[in-house]
């Protein structure tokens, strides 16, 4: 399984839907590469996308706190 796939598989979950108030054709179309204007989208993304490129965990997690600063600024 890719990254790609893995993220569809995060998207299809209820709870997902349920947290962004996207709809499934929203959430469907989405992809790793596109951008996204929903911060728990954002934190997917950033940790498959690092997590592949064998990033630290401890990296992972400094740019994922990271992203939460920026959101409440």
């Known amino acids: 399984m890719n990254k ?3 993220f569809q ?10 947290k962004t ?3 499934v054709n929203q959430l469907k179309s ?3 590469s596109s951008p996204s204007s ?3 989208i954002d934190i997917i993304k950033t940790t498959l ?3 592949e490129d064998s990033e630290s965990i401890d990296t992972v997690a400094r ?3 990271q ?6 600024i």
Do not use: A, C, W, Y
């Open 4 to 6: 790609n796939e893995v």
């Open 9 to 18: 598989k995060f998207l299809q979950n209820p709870l997902l839907r349920e």
């Open 21 to 23: 108030g996207l709809s």
């Open 30 to 32: 989405m992809n790793l």
């Open 38 to 40: 929903d911060r728990l």
């Open 49 to 51: 996308l690092h997590l």
């Open 63 to 65: 740019k994922i706190n």
């Open 67 to 72: 992203s939460f600063k920026r959101e409440t």
